[in-house]
């Protein structure tokens, strides 16, 4: 080949290249305008845009851009929820569409790495580097597709690994008041799980207890083979909502992977009032207690969007933060519907400084059958019972009003009581294997 005909070979791939670019090239942008701001809505006069998308409010000095999401529409105007501060919107502001949902940057680099609710990091580390973007909205994998649960998962817990095993791709609950010790219970497992990668969402937190939970509760240990996510209480309500969405597509691209993930969320009723505070704002009524239809809506598609896949699992742990102590609060009876098992942490067993303090008569884990021998199944029934029979009689035990040899049940709980609660009791530094748990349990469980 001549030269002349290799540089006009060159120049057509050029041309055609350019052609390609020029033909994705968007070359008018229309662009909308900032009508008013009320409360925690920004209203524009357009762009042309669908529920979800991503868009950027241009301040007037042009320097700083704010981001936002479309969340409805009202006649002719867009209502939009900002993604930061928004202290400089005023009317005229461009609004730009960015074409696209919200979605997060996904890589292995992820592990050991500290992310905000958008998935930014916030660390020192610097920035992540990503090879895919997965967006934060997706649909549940099919019901016909997934996996069977079949394998336990060691959270290395003995009362959890014992008496309320949790299987792979379980869905499950921490219900529990304020103070109980559910944000140590979780640092326990993710700890000590035998899980391939921990996602934690730390949705609504106090800045003081976020350093404290990576520091003192999950360890340096923990922190390298998780992704954490924070975004504290005084972050937008559609920030705290984000860190969900967000949590839930970095452990589904895990699990695509073919790994087997721990997702905790902590605490999924703060993810709920974030959603009433966003449908409160664009003129949703409130339902229950305040809580709007759309509230009862998200959570199963969020839910269900963990659990096993056609390759790889979400483990995923939920907790609960029920309000004064009422199990039966909207949120925490729709989350209890939806999942596969719920842990109860009792306040009184926390006041008697017995931790972790998992009430196990009102606990159950419903895969458990599945997942491990009969042997334990029996023993950890036998347990469940000798604990509730206890419980019965606990008050006249108490006050001293029952006597020995009135009732034989009762005298055999008492009989196997203390050892019962020595099993069930366990330090924060302590840690089980799974076959060490289940040993334990083998050997004291009672027979009556």
Same mark, same amino acid.
């Given at each position: 080949?001549?030269?002349?005909?290799?540089?006009?070979?060159?120049?057509?791939?050029?041309?055609?290249?350019?052609?390609? /670019?020029? !033909?994705?090239?968007?070359?008018?942008?229309?662009?909308?305008?900032?009508?008013?701001?009320?409360?925690?809505?920004?209203?524009?006069?357009?762009?042309?845009?669908?529920?979800?998308?991503?868009?950027?409010?241009?301040?007037?000095?042009?320097?700083?851009?704010?981001?936002?999401?479309? #969340?409805?529409?009202?006649?002719?105007?867009?209502?939009?929820?900002?993604?930061?501060?928004?202290?400089?919107?005023?009317?005229?502001?461009?609004?730009?569409?960015?074409?696209?949902?919200?979605?997060?940057?996904?890589?292995?680099?992820?592990?050991?790495?500290?992310?905000?609710?958008?998935?930014?990091?916030?660390?020192?580390?610097?920035?992540?580097?990503?090879?895919?973007?997965?967006?934060?909205?997706?649909?549940?994998?099919?019901?016909?597709?997934?996996?069977?649960?079949?394998?336990?998962?060691?959270?290395?817990?003995?009362? &959890?690994?014992?008496?309320?095993?949790?299987?792979?791709?379980?869905?499950?609950?921490?219900?529990?008041?304020?103070?109980?010790?559910?944000? #140590?219970?979780?640092?326990?497992?993710? /700890?000590?799980?035998?899980?391939?990668?921990?996602?934690?969402?730390?949705?609504?937190?106090?800045?003081?207890?976020?350093?404290?939970?990576?520091?003192?509760?999950?360890?340096?240990?923990?922190?390298? /083979?998780?992704?954490?996510?924070?975004?504290?209480?005084?972050?937008?309500?559609?920030?705290?909502?984000?860190?969900?969405?967000?949590?839930?597509?970095?452990?589904?691209?895990?699990?695509?992977?073919?790994?087997? #993930?721990?997702?905790?969320?902590?605490?999924?009723?703060? #993810?709920?009032?974030?959603?009433?505070?966003?449908?409160?704002?664009?003129?949703?009524?409130?339902?229950? /207690?305040?809580?709007?239809?759309?509230?009862?809506?998200?959570?199963?598609?969020?839910?269900?969007? !963990?659990? !096993?896949?056609?390759?790889?699992?979400?483990?995923?742990?939920?907790?609960?933060?029920?309000?004064?102590?009422?199990?039966?609060?909207?949120?925490?009876?729709?989350?209890?519907?939806?999942?596969?098992?719920?842990?109860?942490?009792?306040?009184?067993?926390?006041?008697?400084?017995?931790?972790?303090?998992?009430?196990?008569?009102?606990?159950?884990?419903?895969?458990?059958?599945?997942?491990?021998?009969?042997?334990?199944?029996?023993?950890?029934?036998?347990?469940?019972?000798?604990?509730? &029979?206890?419980?019965?009689?606990?008050?006249? &035990?108490?006050?001293?009003?029952?006597?020995?040899?009135?009732?034989?049940?009762?005298?055999?709980?008492?009989?196997?009581?203390?050892?019962?609660?020595?099993?069930?009791?366990?330090?924060?530094?302590?840690?089980?294997?799974?076959?060490?748990?289940?040993?334990?349990?083998?050997?004291?469980?009672?027979?009556?």
């Amino acid at each position: 080949m001549t030269a002349a005909a290799t540089d006009e070979s060159r120049a057509g791939g050029l041309l055609t290249a350019l052609e390609g /670019r020029l !033909a994705n090239t968007e070359l008018v942008r229309i662009n909308g305008r900032v009508v008013q701001v009320v409360g925690l809505v920004i209203e524009s006069q357009g762009p042309d845009v669908q529920i979800g998308d991503l868009c950027e409010v241009r301040f007037r000095n042009r320097d700083t851009v704010l981001r936002a999401e479309v #969340v409805g529409f009202r006649t002719d105007r867009v209502l939009l929820m900002p993604l930061g501060e928004r202290s400089e919107i005023g009317p005229g502001c461009d609004v730009l569409s960015m074409g696209r949902p919200l979605g997060v940057n996904v890589s292995n680099a992820l592990l050991g790495r500290i992310l905000d609710g958008l998935g930014n990091p916030i660390d020192t580390l610097g920035p992540l580097p990503a090879s895919e973007y997965y967006p934060l909205t997706s649909s549940p994998p099919h019901p016909l597709r997934r996996q069977m649960i079949e394998h336990h998962l060691s959270v290395g817990v003995k009362v &959890i690994d014992g008496l309320l095993t949790l299987g792979q791709g379980q869905r499950v609950g921490i219900f529990a008041g304020s103070g109980v010790g559910k944000s #140590v219970l979780l640092g326990m497992m993710a /700890r000590n799980t035998e899980a391939d990668v921990n996602v934690i969402a730390l949705v609504g937190e106090r800045g003081r207890e976020v350093r404290e939970f990576i520091d003192r509760d999950l360890g340096a240990e923990g922190l390298a /083979r998780s992704v954490v996510i924070v975004a504290t209480s005084d972050q937008p309500p559609l920030v705290r909502l984000k860190a969900a969405l967000t949590a839930t597509a970095v452990a589904e691209y895990f699990r695509d992977a073919g790994k087997n #993930v721990l997702m905790m969320m902590d605490s999924v009723t703060r #993810v709920a009032m974030a959603q009433r505070d966003v449908g409160l704002a664009i003129g949703e009524p409130p339902a229950t /207690r305040g809580y709007t239809p759309s509230v009862f809506a998200f959570l199963p598609r969020l839910l269900e969007r !963990a659990g !096993a896949g056609e390759r790889g699992s979400i483990t995923a742990i939920y907790s609960v933060l029920v309000e004064g102590d009422d199990m039966n609060e909207p949120i925490a009876d729709a989350v209890r519907g939806i999942l596969d098992g719920h842990l109860v942490l009792s306040r009184q067993l926390a006041a008697r400084y017995h931790y972790p303090s998992v009430d196990v008569p009102r606990s159950i884990s419903r895969v458990m059958p599945s997942v491990v021998s009969e042997a334990q199944v029996e023993a950890a029934g036998r347990v469940r019972e000798l604990l509730s &029979i206890f419980e019965e009689a606990q008050d006249l &035990i108490n006050i001293g009003a029952y006597k020995s040899g009135s009732n034989p049940r009762v005298d055999w709980a008492l009989k196997h009581i203390e050892s019962i609660d020595l099993f069930l009791k366990q330090g924060i530094d302590e840690s089980y294997t799974f076959d060490d748990s289940v040993g334990q349990l083998l050997k004291l469980a009672p027979r009556g």
